[in-house]
Nanobody, 128 residues
Framework: QVQLVESGGGLVQRGGSLRLSCGAS????????MGWFRQAPGKEREIVAA????????GYADSVKGRFTISRDNAKNTLYLQMNSLKPEDTAVYYC?????????????????????WGQGTQVTVSS
């Protein structure tokens, strides 16, 4: 069983930065593709960024390209999301997710159904 715990959310002004972390329990983190998603009030959950098991491959939603960076430290079982130049439209609950299939596959994934475990989420609020 995998448990994911996000941290690092908060209130920030437009143009500010935050760094989210996602700590994972268990032995599968270092073998698994991971993703960050977000869900704003009244909207569907959407992909923000994804990363392969090794960190060699990454992908981003168009809305965050050039502003957000996903990374991971497999020795620490931790996933990160560095968010810069934040905008009010980035306000949402941010979730990390782990894909417990296809270990060491080398790819990254954008769909909700591609992931098997989810954290409880951390709130990010960007004021204007």
């Amino acid at each position: 069983q995998v448990q994911l715990v996000e941290s690092g959310g908060g209130l920030v002004q437009r143009g500010g930065s935050l760094r989210l972390s996602c700590g994972a329990s268990g032995r599968t983190f270092s073998m698994a593709a991971m993703g960050w998603f977000r869900q704003a009030p009244g909207k569907e959950r959407e992909i923000v960024a994804a990363i392969s098991w090794s960190g060699a491959s990454t992908g981003y939603a168009d809305s965050v390209k050039g502003r957000f960076t996903i990374s991971r430290d497999n020795a620490k079982n931790t996933l990160y999301l560095q968010m810069n130049s934040l905008k009010p439209e980035d306000t949402a609950v941010y979730y990390c997710a782990l894909r417990a299939r296809g270990y060491y596959s080398g790819g990254y994934y954008y769909r909700l159904e591609d992931y098997d475990y989810w954290g409880q989420g951390t709130q990010v609020t960007v004021s204007s």
